[in-house]
């Protein structure tokens, strides 16, 4: 399957965002739209942190696996998640890059390693709803980014 792209530009340089980004828990934040009743395990931040979440997508419940897996300051993150009982692996890749403004463009690629075949026959609906959703990830990622920065938020 193709993997999806979203992008979103916030005025926080690269390295607040991925200061923010590299803790677990800040993740629940902006995500829990769909991605619920989150279990935390390794390290708070940086490689090997860990989640176990539910994911209701489509209306359907799904356990999900996040682990970091690379983490290159002030650049980029990587997550493997593992869902399905093993038969949906895929990567979530955050990349954060100076825009020309100030700020930052952070972009989000999640990409199938291995797909179910429902997701594999139903792809083009499948990558839809997870751009949508993912979408919404950055707009309140944004919210929360600007919340942390005007210390609202636990940092």
């Known amino acids: 399957m193709k993997a999806v792209t979203v992008s979103i530009d916030v005025p926080q340089t690269p390295e607040r965002v991925f200061d923010f980004l590299d803790v677990m828990a800040h993740h629940e934040r902006f995500t829990?739209?769909?991605?619920?009743?989150?279990?935390?395990?390794?390290?708070?931040?940086?490689?090997?942190?860990?989640?176990?979440?539910?994911?209701?997508?489509?209306?359907?419940?799904?356990?999900?696996?996040?682990?970091?897996?690379?983490?290159?300051?002030?650049?980029?993150?990587?997550?493997?998640?593992?869902?399905?009982?093993?038969?949906?692996?895929?990567?979530?890749?955050?990349?954060?890059?100076?825009s020309t403004g100030g700020g930052s463009r952070v972009s989000f690629t999640y990409a199938w390693v291995r797909a179910p075949l429902a997701d594999r026959l139903l792809a083009p609906a499948v990558r839809a709803a997870m751009r949508r959703a993912n979408r919404r990830v950055l707009r309140r990622l944004a919210g929360e980014l600007e919340r942390h920065a005007d210390g609202g938020a636990d940092s």
């Open 32 to 98: 829990d739209h769909y991605l619920r009743n989150w279990r935390y395990a390794g390290p708070d931040r940086g490689v090997g942190s860990r989640a176990l979440v539910t994911a209701v997508l489509g209306g359907v419940p799904s356990e999900v696996t996040i682990e970091v897996v690379e983490a290159e300051p002030p650049r980029r993150i990587v997550e493997r998640n593992v869902s399905a009982g093993g038969r949906r692996r895929a990567h979530g890749t955050y990349l954060i890059e100076p």
